[in-house]
Structure formats: structure tokens, C-alpha cells
């Protein structure tokens, strides 16, 4: 395990309202992803971090902003949800940005917008 | 059309039977991983690949470049190999290691 967490683990919000996601990791990683993993797709990328304050989006970054004023520290931002926001959120991590390299997954975070 | 197809989406087996799960794609690629997702949620990468064969245990990974292929392998399956399993593919056209991933396979092994 490379020591990734994810808060909070389950949430249920309405429509509209700001949500924030937190994935903290006690690796010193230096690159971070938030994916949304939803039936009838596979896990998509909607914003990565290659280093603090360094972040870039992903395949499915509408609606989403992120922020790492903190290596250990990805904040994914939903400034006003919607219910096709409502997904499974995975952190992940990996040490480098190599071909070979392998991406440590956080447990997960069920949201709900109702 | 997906850039990473896998089949079958679902699958069950009894437990003892020798299962394959088969991941293509569509594009040229850098290297290939398969994952496991627990009935639980969590994910947990089970091998990477670039070319060759990958032997862990009772699961075995292959992958075909020219034909843009690749198979799990579970021999003497048993119902804790119930999960889904991922193939995700790291692009040769995007740099680092970002994944596009397939949809998964479902793995139900009955005892």
C-alpha cells in the first residue's frame, strides 16, 4: 500500500453545492490523479498534479478544479454539482512519470448529488 | 468505439477452471497494465507490461505488440479471485504515466 487516503469516504449532496474531495499520501509521490469511475466506462482522468501548485487537466475536467499547495495533499473541487458529477472518485498516485511506472490507487469516494 | 476494448464484460466460472480475460487496443502503446478491483472498491495493480510474459503466482499476463493484444491467465481459479479486472493502457502519444483504461471484466468464481 503506498499509503494513500481519501475523505470523506461516502457523500450525498444536492445540486449546487460547492464539494471537496481530499486524497492525502504519505509517499512523497510526486504525481497525483483524480479519475470518476462510472458503469458502462472505465476509469477517466480528470486532473493530475505532477508536482505542488503544478497541476494539468485530464480527458473529463468540466465542472471539476483541483488545487496541491502540498506534495502529500489533492484537493478535486466540484464548485457546483451536478447529479452527472454523481460517480465514484479514485486518488492515485506514482512516484515518477515513467512508462513503467506503476499508479497506487486510493480506496474511493461514493458522491451522491441529488 | 473505446481505444481500450476488453472481453468479456462479465464472467463466471466455477472454481478449479482456467479463465482468461482478454484486453485490445487500438493504438500504439508504451506499455499495458492489468489491475483488480476488490468487490470492496479498492484497485490494485497486478502487472505491467511492455512486451513478453509476466508470471505471478496462479495469474499469468501476455501481451502481443504487433497484434495489440493482451490475456490474463487464472489457473486453478477460487471465488477470492472474484473482482474486476482492469486493462489500462499508457498511450505512446501522451507523455508520463497517465492510463486510459478499459471498462473491466466482471470475475465470478462459484465454489
Known amino acids: 500500500d503506498a499509503g494513500i487516503t481519501q475523505s470523506p469516504r461516502h457523500k450525498v449532496t444536492e445540486t449546487g453545492t460547492p464539494v471537496t474531495l481530499r486524497c492525502h499520501q504519505t509517499e512523497n509521490h510526486r504525481y497525483m490523479y483524480w479519475y470518476r469511475q462510472d458503469p458502462g466506462h472505465g476509469l477517466r482522468l480528470i486532473h493530475y498534479s505532477y508536482g505542488v501548485k503544478d497541476t494539468d487537466k485530464g480527458e473529463v475536467s468540466d465542472g471539476y478544479s483541483v488545487s496541491r499547495s502540498k506534495t502529500e495533499d489533492f484537493l478535486l473541487t466540484l464548485e457546483s454539482a451536478t447529479s452527472s458529477q454523481t460517480s465514484v472518485y479514485f486518488c492515485a498516485t506514482s512516484k515518477r512519470d515513467t512508462v513503467q511506472e506503476t499508479q497506487y490507487f486510493g480506496p474511493g469516494t461514493r458522491l451522491l448529488v441529488l | 468505439k473505446n481505444e481500450v476494448e476488453q472481453s468479456p464484460q462479465n464472467l463466471t466460472a466455477q472454481e478449479g477452471e482456467f479463465i482468461t480475460i482478454n484486453c485490445s487496443y487500438s493504438?500504439?502503446?508504451?506499455?499495458l497494465h492489468w489491475l483488480q478491483q476488490h468487490p470492496g472498491g479498492g484497485i490494485v495493480s497486478l502487472f505491467m507490461l511492455s512486451s513478453g510474459k509476466k508470471k505471478h503466482g496462479r495469474l499469468i499476463a501476455t501481451i502481443n505488440i504487433q497484434e495489440k493484444h493482451s490475456s490474463l491467465h487464472i489457473t486453478a481459479s477460487h471465488p477470492r479471485d472474484s473482482a474486476v479486472y482492469i486493462c489500462?493502457?499508457?498511450?505512446?502519444?501522451?507523455?508520463?504515466?497517465?492510463?486510459?483504461f478499459g471498462e473491466g471484466t466482471q470475475l465470478t468464481v462459484n465454489p
Open positions: 493504438v500504439g502503446i508504451s506499455a
Open positions: 489500462a493502457v499508457r498511450l505512446r502519444e501522451t507523455s508520463g504515466s497517465r492510463l486510459t
